[in-house]
């Protein structure tokens, strides 16, 4: 059974950090570009980071670089993302999503909320 298990959500302070996982099960991340996506209430879902496979080349959205950085552990199946320097405008749900590398049908989480105040 297929599962992307987003955790590390939570509430935290403007300027905190969070660390969100994403831990897959029933494939391999090894053969897919790995992604989180965000959705704020009445926005659009939009995509905060990728992680290629193989090679790990990043790109961010211009709204987190500089703050945000994903990684994975193809070991423990696993893909993070660092978040610093938290603002308000970070606030949303951060869904992990999975695009094999040779086409095919994608998968995601269920999403962990993030919430950015004082």
């Known amino acids: 059974q297929v599962q992307l298990v987003e955790s590390g959500g939570g509430l935290v302070q403007p300027g905190g950090s969070l660390r969100l996982s994403c831990a897959a099960s029933g494939f391999t991340i090894s053969t897919f570009a790995m992604s989180w996506y965000r959705q704020a209430p009445g926005k659009e879902r939009e995509l905060v980071a990728t992680i290629t496979s193989p090679g790990g080349i990043t790109n961010y959205a211009d709204s987190v670089k500089g703050r945000f950085t994903i990684s994975r552990d193809n070991v423990k199946n696993t893909v993070y993302l660092q978040m610093n320097s938290l603002k308000a405008e970070d606030m949303a749900v951060y869904y992990c999503?999975?695009?094999?590398?040779?086409?095919?049908?994608?998968?995601w989480g269920q999403g962990t909320q993030v919430t950015v105040s004082s």
């Open positions: 999503n999975a695009a094999p590398v040779f086409g095919g049908l994608e998968f």
